[in-house]
């Protein structure tokens, strides 16, 4: 029989064995796991995409969405493509103008005189020459002033007569010093008074020394034109009563006219003081006439949020008439390192504008690139930010690339969400259409931006959604429309209304 030989564990022992199976299990756990997982993945841009040619591309934007079609898909799709290049290096601005009178060139004329008009001898659209007489008024006032200066050259001619026979007298001893000087005082007063109603005869337009007794009895007094021009206003009839405050006639310089137009606030960064413009008119389209910006109003025309400019064109043949239409053509400088793509190119997808761009050596991938947009340059639109010179967007059939990624699902949850923001101004709700997808989520963001409106709140009758719309303060309405259709909304007194077009 053997000797069973036992061991004996303490309960310290015991547990120090459990601690160290667990340590070394862990740590192979970890090693296996760091062995078999996959490696980090760093971000890349998407193909085609240099980045150190991309213009302001923003880090916020959404990531690129990489659109696969056949080459057989492509070409029923009618997939153009089209170079970026920059824009050139001066752009017209096209706006509509009208003809105004040169506000500086323009006169209106009123007597000097208060009485009654007795002879018109301008008509309306006569041209006349400075100092040209267009009418005569009778006035009692000026025969009074006539009257007065008579007498006082009477007067004056009296007392000359009288310092003369004074001085001869001085000087044989028949009369005192004294007595000369009292005559030589009332002689500089007297004097004084054929001043003043000399002074008083022109202030009324009449000569205080006309020669003939004919002249001077008469109390009539012309109105002459003030400069050369041309009679665009006549209120002057005979028989009429007037005063210095009446307005007779409006003449008007037309060698020199203004040409007022309207800019949109969106085009005022293209337009700036003596810079040249083109005028033209229908009434001769193939004259060209040119001219320069010498004016930019400050102030936007809240309603229309346009700006008043100013254009001064030589018109000296007066081939520009006052009220006319015109359109004018203002050259101004391209921004130099703006990119330009075709309109087409462009789809809006929720709030946010992309556009599609080929993949070198790859002609089945198409990106979608997420892109922030400019002024609109004609037929393109410039790119401010998302693109690089030398890339080339889908110019024919980005619908189609669009549509392919909305039925593939490609965009994830970013195309969970569409957005957009419709502002509430006098005129309604701006835009007052949505286009949105079926299936996803809606959020329109509500911005009032003024007190002169009934939109002080917003409702969606179909959703019952009712929100009040403080001013200057943005509401979000989200919803999700289960099936196309129309989700209409308008104002609390149902006065203002929109619609979202559900696709």
């Known amino acids: 029989m053997t000797e ?126 400075k100092g040209q007489p267009l009418a005569e008024v009778y006035s009692p006032e000026l025969a009074e002033a006539r009257t007065k200066y008579i007498a006082a050259r009477a007067m004056l001619d009296a007392h000359d007569r009288e310092l003369q026979r004074t001085e001869k007298l001085v000087e044989i001893g028949a009369a005192s010093r004294q007595e000369l000087e009292r005559i030589h005082a009332e002689h500089a007063a007297q004097t004084a008074e054929v001043e003043s109603a000399r002074s008083r005869l022109e202030l009324l337009g009449a000569a205080g020394d006309e020669g003939s007794s004919k002249s001077q009895a008469d109390a009539t007094t012309r109105v002459p034109a003030p400069i050369d021009g041309v009679i665009t206003e006549r209120l002057a009839n005979v028989g009429l009563n007037v005063d210095p405050t009446s307005r007779l006639f409006t003449v008007v310089d037309l060698s020199n006219v203004w040409i007022i137009a309207d800019v949109y606030e969106r085009d005022l960064a293209r337009v700036r003081e003596g810079v040249r413009a083109t005028v033209t008119t229908t009434a001769s389209p193939g004259q060209l006439l040119a001219g320069r910006v010498s ?84 037929d393109h639109v410039e790119v401010l930010a998302g693109l690089s010179a030398g890339d080339s967007v889908v110019s024919g059939g980005s619908f189609f690339l669009r549509s392919e990624a909305e039925r593939l699902g490609l965009r994830g949850s970013h195309a969970d969400v569409q957005g957009a923001k419709i502002v509430v101004t006098e005129k309604g709700f701006e835009p007052d259409k949505v286009s949105v997808r079926a299936g996803a989520t809606v959020r329109l963001t509500f911005v009032r931006t003024t007190d002169k409106t009934c939109g002080t709140e917003v409702v969606f009758p179909s959703l019952k959604i009712k929100r009040a719309l403080p001013l200057n303060e943005p509401v979000v309405i989200e919803f999700m429309p289960a099936q196309t259709g129309e989700v209409a909304f308008a104002c609390g007194m149902n006065m203002l209304k929109g619609v979202v077009v559900v696709q």
């Open 4 to 129: 069973e030989r036992r061991l004996h564990v303490t309960p310290m022992v015991a547990v120090m064995a459990v601690l160290s199976l667990l340590l070394i299990g862990g740590g192979g756990t970890y090693l296996l796991m760091r062995e078999g997982s996959a490696p980090e993945v760093t971000p890349t841009s998407a193909p085609g995409a240099t980045s150190d040619a991309v213009i302001g591309r923003a880090a916020s934007t959404s990531p690129d969405v990489v659109v696969t079609l056949t080459k057989a898909a492509a070409d029923r799709a009618g997939i153009h493509l089209t170079p970026i290049s920059m824009p050139v290096g001066t752009e017209t601005l096209r706006v509509p103008g009208i003809v105004e009178p040169n506000a500086y060139q323009q006169v209106t004329v009123t007597p000097l005189v208060s009485g009654r008009i007795v002879m018109v001898s301008a008509q309306l659209g006569d041209r006349v020459r």
């Open 295 to 378: 004016f930019i109003d400050p102030q936007l025309n809240p309603t229309t949020r346009t700006a008043r400019i100013r254009v001064e064109v030589a018109n000296p043949r007066g081939d520009l008439r006052l009220g006319m239409y015109t359109e004018v053509a203002i050259e101004s400088a391209a921004t130099a390192s703006a990119l330009a793509v075709p309109r087409d190119a462009v789809q809006s997808v929720g709030d946010k504008q992309v556009i599609y761009l080929s993949v070198p050596n790859d002609p089945e991938k198409f990106v979608e690139r997420e892109v922030r947009l400019g002024r609109t340059l004609g």
